[in-house]
């Protein structure tokens, strides 16, 4: 029997009872990670990494019924041999390890394979079943180095100053925005949204080390931004606070910026190909790492990457979910916070 079918509700292991991300309330919720699409509110219990529990305190509430795991450490729930490995994809990230009677299956959520100084670097974990993301798969998308980019990045803010600009950074509340204070982190201020501010107390208050920011406030000056970088979620990229600013210039950091039309779209003055999420060769390389038997791909560009593993001998097969749209769960984050 296989360890997980795929329901109306979210992922399912019908040996162990629980369900891995549902978007439905489920008596346990085993999690991925502590982005909107991946975990909702309503679960009786919640099972995720420890770097994941003040995330969910953060935006789902206080008084969850939340049992936390290490990396690398096994839980049996029902019989069932559950563990969590790292995904690479935010602060703690992890992939879902499955046993039973032999059949071992892993649950990615999303991950990514280049080592981006916070998240603990994605550890490839071999398995018989494999569920795949594909945000970026296809061929097109093929990151350059974080430190390229980022010194793209600086080099930009740089410019923006010279010019009196103050310079707009827009980024995931949840791991992009952290990687950028790490990065960017020196003499020159930073300036936070609220929404990211709140994870970051709760971060430090776990023990990540973090740069230290200053809150955007009412009482803030808007001419004092303009020493600095200000990051904030996308929510806000087009809202009336971005446009009170004077002399703004807005910078979009998104894997989607390396399409020329993706920051047309976003009216961004520069785009950087930032992600939390493989491209194309690293999601090849993870998949074969795994040497998995099967692999199901979910969210994204499902179709064309399903089709190109099993052309390329590895069996998949497409499977329907509601993960992948960080973006719209993000505003109702931030309505929630309002």
């Known amino acids: 029997m296989a360890l997980i079918t795929f329901t109306n509700k979210g992922i399912y292991c019908k040996q162990g009872d629980f369900y891995i991300d549902p978007w439905r309330p489920v008596d346990l919720a085993v999690t991925t990670h502590g982005h909107a699409d991946h975990v909702k509110w309503g679960n009786k219990a919640y099972l995720c990494h420890e770097l994941t529990k003040p995330i969910l305190n953060q935006r789902l509430g206080a008084d969850l019924n939340i049992q936390t795991l290490p990396y690398n450490e096994e839980l049996s729930i029902n019989?069932?041999?559950?563990?969590?490995?790292?995904?690479?994809?935010v602060i703690g990230s992890s992939q879902i390890r499955l046993e039973y009677k032999g059949e071992i299956c892993v649950i990615s959520g999303d991950y990514k394979v280049e080592y981006d100084g916070i998240s603990t670097?994605?550890?490839?974990?071999?398995?018989h079943t494999f569920v795949s993301e594909s945000t970026f798969g296809l061929p097109i998308y093929k990151w350059l180095p974080q430190d390229i980019v980022f010194q793209q990045i600086r080099d930009w803010v740089s410019d923006n100053h010279d010019k009196l600009k103050t310079s707009v950074l827009v980024a995931y509340s949840l791991g992009k925005a952290q990687r950028l204070i790490k990065n960017l982190a020196g003499d020159v201020p930073i300036y936070v949204h609220n929404s990211i501010a709140n994870l970051n107390e709760g971060f430090?208050?776990?023990?990540?080390?973090?740069?230290?920011?200053?809150?955007?406030?009412?009482?803030l000056k808007k001419e004092e931004?303009?020493?600095?970088?200000?990051?904030?979620?996308?929510?806000l990229a087009d809202g009336k606070w971005m446009k009170s600013l004077q002399s703004a210039a807005t910078g979009v950091c998104s894997g989607w910026m390396q399409?020329?039309?993706?920051?047309?779209?976003?009216?961004?003055?520069?785009?950087?190909?930032l992600s939390d999420h493989?491209?194309?060769?690293?999601?090849?390389?993870?998949?074969?790492?795994?040497?998995?038997?099967?692999?199901?791909?979910?969210?994204?560009?499902?179709?064309?990457?399903?089709k190109y593993l099993n052309e390329i001998g590895i069996a998949s097969e497409e499977v329907v979910t509601r993960y992948g749209n960080e973006e719209e769960e993000e505003k109702e984050i931030l309505t929630k916070e309002a």
Do not use: M, N, Y
């Open 278 to 306: 493989a491209d194309w060769p690293g999601l090849l390389s993870a998949i074969k790492a795994t040497e998995a038997e099967k692999v199901f791909v979910t969210h994204g560009f499902v179709s064309t990457f399903s």
């Open 79 to 89: 019989g069932v041999k559950v563990s969590l490995f790292p995904a690479g994809h």
């Open 259 to 273: 399409v020329r039309a993706s920051r047309r779209w976003r009216s961004a003055d520069a785009g950087f190909a």
């Open 204 to 219: 430090i208050r776990a023990g990540v080390d973090l740069p230290e920011t200053i809150r955007i406030t009412p009482e």
């Open 225 to 235: 931004l303009q020493k600095g970088i200000v990051i904030v979620p996308p929510a």
């Open 121 to 127: 670097e994605f550890e490839p974990v071999k398995c």
